[in-house]
């Protein structure tokens, strides 16, 4: 059994209709056996949304698997282009909408506004904000992406101001990123520490973003409001 590559069959004696069907047996007998290699090649049931064909030597087949559990491909979950926190400096939930702009699968979804990723080791980098000035000095100074679940913190990042004055800062805020192994299937929350304890801190990113992905892979317009965004790949 291999992959009929070369193995073409010739239309020579069948693309006419003056031909004689005898003189195009081999081709036909060449044009099944073709065939029969191909379905040979495959190990595929009834496929459900996510599969994939993963190539198995022990079989010499590509064999029908299913997409959670398989590491190296990466996911882009988007916050939006405005982070908030509630009205005080301690660190807490941000108000954020998050979505998965990758296909879902059972390793990574969004459950309640949050993300939730299974067992296993996971690398995270998120997009750093750009330089924004905020009026009245009202900003998000440190930004923690936390295991909701195993109570521990994942990562963190710090603002740094680059210009601006005392009262008007303009501040970008560096990129959440690293290498981290969940036990359990984990839901990750957006923890956010403003400057002021008496109103909402906020933290600004570009709502246009590229590459801009779509549920389908694709690179389109359709979702330019990624603002920050975590790029998330399971390694192992």
Same mark, same amino acid.
């Given at each position: 059994?291999?992959?009929?590559?070369?193995?073409?069959?010739?239309?020579?004696?069948?693309?006419? @209709?003056?031909?004689?069907?005898?003189?195009?047996?081999?081709?036909?007998?060449?044009?099944?056996?073709?065939?029969?290699?191909?379905?040979?090649?495959?190990? /595929?049931?009834?496929?459900?949304?996510?599969?994939?064909?993963?190539?198995?030597?022990?079989?010499?087949?590509?064999?029908?698997?299913? +997409?959670?559990?398989?590491?190296?491909?990466?996911?882009?979950?988007?916050? +939006?282009?405005?982070?908030?926190?509630?009205?005080?400096?301690?660190?807490?939930?941000?108000?954020?909408?998050?979505?998965?702009?990758?296909?879902?699968?059972?390793?990574?979804?969004?459950? #309640?506004?949050? =993300?939730?990723?299974?067992? %296993?080791?996971?690398?995270?980098?998120?997009? #750093?904000? @750009?330089?924004?000035?905020?009026?009245?000095?009202?900003?998000?100074?440190?930004?923690? =992406?936390?295991?909701?679940? +195993?109570?521990?913190?994942?990562?963190?990042?710090?603002?740094?101001?680059?210009? +601006?004055?005392?009262?008007?800062?303009?501040?970008?805020?560096?990129?959440?990123?690293? =290498?981290?192994?969940?036990? #359990?299937?984990?839901? =990750?929350?957006?923890?956010?520490?403003?400057?002021?304890?008496?109103?909402?801190?906020?933290?600004?990113?570009?709502?246009?973003?590229? @590459?801009? /992905?779509?549920?389908?892979?694709?690179?389109?317009?359709?979702?330019?409001?990624? %603002?920050?965004?975590?790029?998330?790949?399971? /390694?192992?």
């Amino acid at each position: 059994m291999a992959w009929p590559s070369g193995t073409k069959a010739s239309t020579t004696n069948c693309d006419q @209709p003056s031909d004689l069907i005898a003189n195009a047996r081999a081709d036909i007998k060449q044009n099944i056996d073709n065939v029969n290699d191909v379905i040979d090649t495959f190990a /595929i049931s009834t496929p459900t949304d996510g599969d994939l064909l993963r190539y198995s030597s022990s079989t010499g087949k590509f064999e029908q698997v299913a +997409g959670a559990g398989i590491t190296g491909f990466a996911h882009i979950v988007s916050y +939006g282009a405005t982070i908030t926190t509630t009205d005080t400096n301690s660190i807490a939930p941000v108000t954020v909408t998050t979505t998965l702009k990758t296909p879902a699968n059972a390793d990574v979804s969004v459950v #309640s506004n949050n =993300l939730r990723l299974t067992a %296993g080791t996971w690398f995270i980098e998120s997009n #750093s904000s @750009p330089d924004n000035t905020y009026t009245g000095g009202d900003f998000i100074e440190h930004l923690v =992406l936390y295991d909701d679940t +195993g109570n521990e913190s994942i990562t963190s990042a710090e603002a740094r101001r680059v210009g +601006g004055t005392t009262l008007n800062p303009s501040i970008s805020m560096e990129r959440l990123n690293g =290498l981290f192994t969940l036990s #359990s299937t984990s839901d =990750l929350v957006l923890y956010g520490q403003g400057t002021d304890a008496v109103t909402e801190s906020t933290l600004k990113y570009s709502p246009n973003v590229t @590459p801009i /992905i779509d549920s389908a892979g694709s690179n389109t317009t359709s979702n330019a409001g990624l %603002g920050l965004y975590l790029k998330i790949v399971k /390694i192992a």
